[in-house]
């Protein structure tokens, strides 16, 4: 026995005629092409059949707001068995194949399947290529997915297996070039991403455990994924596991920096437990990282530098008001820890900052690390809790920040030693609002003397500027030779400020008088410009 058959096929007749008789719930088909069927069956049952359909302008709707039009969409399918008289249908061979375009999706029958009531007997591999938001289209199509970009050259490969309650696919492997994500306050572009789970897709979930990701900007090892599917459409994606991270791709992923080089950039490597949960608008995440070899910028301008950092973070993206909510956000390294909490908003253009949040230090513990930047003879004891706070707009197209930021902030200490001048107990504290910082006034012991300094700062309007108000600075000091060694180590600060990448000028201007205990009374006026 065989059979031939074709046929012209008018979706959008055969959709109005099924609407005469089920209700297709919002459903509906369009688009024209044709089909074709070979089918032969010997007097033992033995079967095999092919098909094809190809379809032009194809479109297929959900509703008002969802669909998956295709140009061009082909299928062929074959199958192979037997159907003996009285005997379950025996599967031998069969192949699915579905293309749009350049994109494909094949499924193919590794071993054969006894009885088809029980597929879950027999095992199909499956291999899906094409380009990635062309099927994240597809996709949205039956469920909601946000407005996301997506994009790549995908390939992915796995081997299917049925069970009464689940479908898993084994083995499931994804490479993509040119990875292209954004979306969800990200912003990923990738050369290569490759990932690897098992899958089990329930009527509940889709599940992928022993989830691993590598790329340049993250790698994820033993992780969990699991897709929610809710009758509501609404999905639900969350997962976690062990993750490491380059901090400079990053930043940039995050958006928190664009130039690798720049002043903001970060750098280091982290390495730690993350999760994360997305539903609708929002994104939920928390983890803690051990970060090595830290660095801010260029940390021969901007002395940040660490070995090791604990970065520990709770926080919250939402898409539409595109703002970031750290619940907690703790850092930490020896001698010193920082807990903030607060909200990054208008990333694409103001770049809007309201932070706050707690110091704990101790500058014994800090001193090794900042004898480096102050100098040979720099020491420093005292332990504390300071607030500190932050507030304003670090983007946009006015160029000075400090016009647009308020800031608050301070340490105190025991004792600090530096440069020949000796501190008692005393604090340091800066408070900056509307382009200019009030600084608290600074007093130390100096060549058996004493020194008394009032600074304040204007950033705005440019050339920003550093004053020192009237008054008593040095009362009956004298060149002792500490006050000699330390006046070398000030030297050599001041050799590496003066550095290519650091430029310091000065103009006279009469805000600064300096008194000496001898009878010839000096005044020097100096306004630093910076």
Partial sequence: ???????????????????????????????????????????????????????NQFAFGNGPTRGMPEPILSLKASLAGSWPAGAPVHIDTGSLTIAAGADTAELKLLEPIPDARKP???????????????????????VRVPNYVFGGQTLATG???FTKDRTAIEK??????????????????????????????????VAFSNF???????????GELIVETPTDGNLVVR?????????????????????PKGTDSLHGRGAGPVRFRWQGDTTTFDGTLIVKDFAYGDPKLSGIREPELRVVLDGQFDQTPDRLTIKKGTVERS??????????????????????????????????????????????????????????????????????????GGVGWDSVRAYGFDMGPGEFTVKLENGRAAISPIRATFGEGKISLSPAARFDPEPAELTFAKG??????????AVTAGALDAVEAANRCSSPETVWACSPSATTSVHHSSPARNASTSTPRV
């Avoid at 001698?335 to 500058?363: E, I, K, W």
């Avoid at 008593?472 to 030779?481: F, G, I, Q």
Wanted: aromatic share 6%; glycine share 12%; no cysteine.
């Fill in 335 to 408: 001698g010193l820890q920082a807990d903030v909490r607060g909200t990054f908003s208008n990333f694409a253009t103001t770049q809007n900052v309201d932070l706050g949040g707690t110091l704990v230090y101790d500058l014994a513990k800090l001193t090794p690390d900042l004898r480096q930047s102050f100098g040979g003879s720099f020491a420093a004891a005292g332990k504390g809790t300071r607030t500190f706070s932050i507030a304003g707009a670090l983007g946009g197209k006015q160029p000075n920040v400090f016009a647009r930021v308020n800031a608050e």
């Fill in 159 to 161: 081997t299917v297996r």
């Fill in 120 to 142: 879950e007997s027999g095992a199909l591999s499956a291999r899906v290529s094409g380009e990635l938001g062309r099927w994240m289209n597809r996709v949205r199509g039956f």
């Fill in 239 to 259: 997962g976690g596991g062990g993750a490491v991270t380059d901090l400079a791709r990053l930043s940039r992923t995050l958006k928190f920096a664009t130039d």
């Fill in 1 to 55: 026995e065989s059979v031939k058959a074709a046929a012209n096929v008018y979706l959008d007749r055969l959709g109005a005629r099924l609407g005469g008789f089920v209700d297709l719930r919002g459903i509906t088909l369009d688009g024209e092409g044709s089909a074709t069927l070979v089918a032969s069956r010997t007097p033992r049952g033995v079967s095999r059949a092919q098909a094809g359909v190809e379809r």
């Fill in 172 to 205: 499931l492997t994804l490479g993509i070039d040119r990875a292209v994500f954004r979306g969800a306050g990200l912003d990923l572009n990738e050369p290569r991403l490759d990932a690897s789970a098992e899958l089990a897709i329930t009527d509940a979930n």
């Fill in 212 to 222: 691993k990701i590598d790329s340049a900007v993250f790698s994820i090892a033993t």
């Fill in 472 to 481: 008593l600075v040095v009362d009956r000091s004298k060149l002792t030779p």
